[in-house]
């Protein structure tokens, strides 16, 4: 049976209390030191072309059914053909995002700067909760939970007589590690607020591949099966209108 502690004021105030603001400084100050290393680059015209191109495609299947059958086509020509449409890549033309971001000395040294701005800060920290705060039980879940958040919410103990609804210091460095997003959206804004899972996922790709966003816009395009629903929409009105008078 589980046993249940009562947890020392002390804990809170010198183990909850400032791991969680030490969370939010570095956080911000992380925040702002990256700001400062990010070197401005003016943007590529060929990027923003290809950007623009594919949110016309998308807003042009988003309305296709909102236009005659003979206007979607003509604008699915223009998009798709294989001499000169806009999303047609030649396959001489496509190159591999891994490849241009390494032909690009300025684009390796920003992905290498966001890398060292968050690994170093975090390798720092978690040596310090685990160095002056690793073994404490620092809060308690006000609610039952099942075995498997034992090894999420209670790493560094390895008690298993203790409640799973009770949460070990290293455990609290990583629900503030990845759950903090909402308060930095109050903080820095919500365009700023980038959390931790978001960087890690960027970390381990090498940006976007305009070939294959294209081409599966162009591939998308090609199926769509074109059904006017303006003609039937008094149809549609009428039948609505009988459902609410019923």
């Known amino acids: 049976m589980a046993e249940d502690l009562v947890l020392d ?94 032909s690009d000395p300025n684009m390796a040294m920003d992905m290498m700067k966001k890398n060292l701005s968050m690994i170093i800060p975090q390798t720092l920290t978690f040596a310090w909760v685990n160095f002056f705060f690793s073994g404490f039980v620092a809060a308690k879940i006000p609610f039952p939970l099942t075995q498997r958040f034992r090894s999420m919410l209670q790493n ?41 899972t978001q960087k890690m996922m960027q970390m381990s790709g090498f940006g976007f591949d305009a070939s294959k966003s294209l081409s599966a816009e162009k591939d998308s395009l090609d199926i769509i099966q074109h059904e006017w629903v303006l003609p039937k929409m008094e149809q549609r009105a009428e039948e609505m209108l009988r459902k609410l008078v019923k």
């Open 9 to 102: 004021t002390a804990i809170r105030d010198w183990v909850l209390i400032p791991l969680s603001a030490v969370m939010v400084l570095i956080g911000i100050l992380r925040y702002f030191v990256a700001k400062l290393m990010r070197s401005f680059q003016s943007p590529d015209p060929k990027v923003l072309k290809e950007g623009q191109v594919l949110l016309r495609a998308r807003n042009l299947k988003a309305g296709a059914n909102f236009i005659p059958a003979k206007s979607f086509r003509a604008r699915r020509f223009y998009f798709t053909n294989e001499e000169n449409g806009l999303l047609h890549v030649p396959k001489e033309q496509a190159q591999n995002a891994q490849a241009q971001m390494f």
């Open 156 to 196: 560094g103990i390895d008690l298993s007589t203790v409640d799973v609804s009770y949460v070990s210091s290293r455990s609290w460095y990583f629900l503030n590690l990845f759950g903090l997003r909402g308060l930095f959206s109050l903080i820095l804004g919500e365009e700023n607020a980038q959390d931790d």
